[in-house]
Nanobody
Framework: VQLQASGGGLVQPGGSLRLSCKVP????????VAWFRQAPGKEREGVSC????????HYSSSVKGRFTISRDSAKNLVYLQMNNLQPEDTAVYYC????????????????????WGQGTQVTVSS
């Protein structure tokens, strides 16, 4: 299972970017797709996630109100719209997928995600 993240780039503070994650067809009907990010010298942190089916959505406190996750099921795409970007949002952003049954300790534990994309760099700088 290979995910493909794209859409990163360089943006000024206050700007916007939209990331896309191509999600392959998955054998399970119950799974979650999440966006993580990792800044240099920091641990990978969960940003947002959306479940299959009903599409339950969660955000980390650091991005809530600025980022919006959505999906286009027909195209097998998951988006992350990022508004009002700040320098502290600079990181490599990854999309990841895992069966819902794998989530035991929480929704944003990287070790519980089985499949990952290659990452896309987001740099927020003036």
């Amino acid at each position: 299972v290979q995910l493909q993240a794209s859409g990163g780039g360089l943006v000024q503070p206050g700007g916007s970017l939209r990331l896309s994650c191509k999600v392959p067809r998955f054998t399970s009907n119950d799974y979650v797709v999440a966006w993580f990010r990792q800044a240099p010298g920091k641990e990978r942190e969960g940003v947002s996630c959306i479940t299959s089916g009903e599409g339950s959505i969660h955000y980390s406190s650091s991005v809530k109100g600025r980022f919006t996750i959505s999906r286009d099921s027909a195209k097998n795409l998951v988006y992350l719209q990022m508004n009002n970007l700040q320098p502290e949002d600079t990181a490599v952003y990854y999309c990841a997928l895992t069966p819902l049954a794998r989530l035991r300790g929480g929704i944003f534990l990287p070790d519980e995600y089985d499949y990952w994309g290659q990452g896309t760099q987001v740099t927020v700088s003036s």
